[in-house]
């Protein structure tokens, strides 16, 4: 029952926490405490949910620094996986404590106001032992959504468009449009998994042209505010039509729904 419970959209973001590999587009962080660790993250998701930490992130490297990785190992990893899954342990009270001075300074201010209530409570038979905050993530979600989503002949901030660019690892080709998207987000779909991880020459190149399979830039853009943000943000009839063909030579019956 506790499975079948389980959001797949937001299961499929701790997925990406636990997997990322050095074959993403990624920052790399190295933090102390106890056994030393080098934790991968996908930028593209750090300007959205951390931007305290893409600022520090160096644009040739990847390497993120920051202080705070020399402190408390286990509480920095679990503050980066509140930044994929708006979920944060707190049934043990020092970790809480340590946590919340780190989530002021990273400015994760949701964060930072639940820790500190949590704090403040005296103790009870009964407390909460989660902080919740997906509403939040999928918030932050769907403005990368909005982002990712966008043609790049559409782009009226050049800026903009040469930032999603260096922390994009794919480009979907639709007919006369292009779209910048990340290989950690795409691979939900089993189409673009084979075509990505097999010896094809999409894996190669990393530009799907996805025009024969995707009738319009219309419907590539649903099918990608759909993987980043669980949600399409127009409501066009003839676009979901196009997108529930799409679904089927795509191998993503879950689409459909």
């Avoid at 962080?29 to 992130?57: K, N, W």
């Avoid at 989503?149 to 794919?170: G, I, K, W």
């Avoid at 006369?176 to 998207?181: G, I, K, L, T």
Wanted: hydrophobic share 40%; with cysteine.
């Amino acid at each position: 029952l506790t499975a079948a419970c389980r959001d797949p959209y937001l299961e499929s973001f701790k997925s990406n926490f636990n997997d990322a590999s050095a074959s993403d587009c990624y920052a790399v962080l190295s933090i102390q405490g106890g056994q030393s660790q080098t934790i991968r993250l996908h930028s593209i998701l750090l300007r959205y949910r951390c931007p305290y930490l893409a600022e520090r992130t160096d644009a040739s490297s990847g390497a993120v620094k920051s202080p705070d990785f020399s402190l408390h190992g286990s509480v920095c990893r679990q503050l980066l996986e509140y930044l994929y899954t708006g979920r944060f342990d707190i049934r043990d009270a020092d970790t809480t404590y340590l946590a919340l001075p780190v989530a002021q300074r990273w400015g994760l201010e949701s964060l930072r106001i639940h820790l500190d209530k949590r704090l403040s409570q005296e103790k009870t038979k009964k407390q909460q032992t989660e902080i919740d905050d997906t509403r939040l993530l999928r918030d932050d979600l769907e403005r990368l959504a909005a982002l990712v989503s966008t043609p790049h002949r559409d782009f009226q901030n050049l800026n903009e468009l040469s930032l999603l660019l260096s922390a994009s690892d794919v480009t979907l080709q639709c007919h006369d449009c292009s779209f910048s998207a990340h290989k950690f987000r795409l691979c939900e779909i089993l189409y673009f998994e084979r075509a990505m991880n097999g010896n094809f020459r999409e894996a190669a190149s990393s530009v799907i042209d996805v025009s024969l399979s995707i009738e319009s830039p219309e419907a590539v853009a649903n099918i990608l505010q759909w993987l980043y943000a669980d949600t399409f943000l127009n409501d066009d009839l003839d676009v979901a039509v196009q997108v529930l063909e799409a679904s089927f030579a795509l191998l993503c019956p879950r689409l459909t729904d």
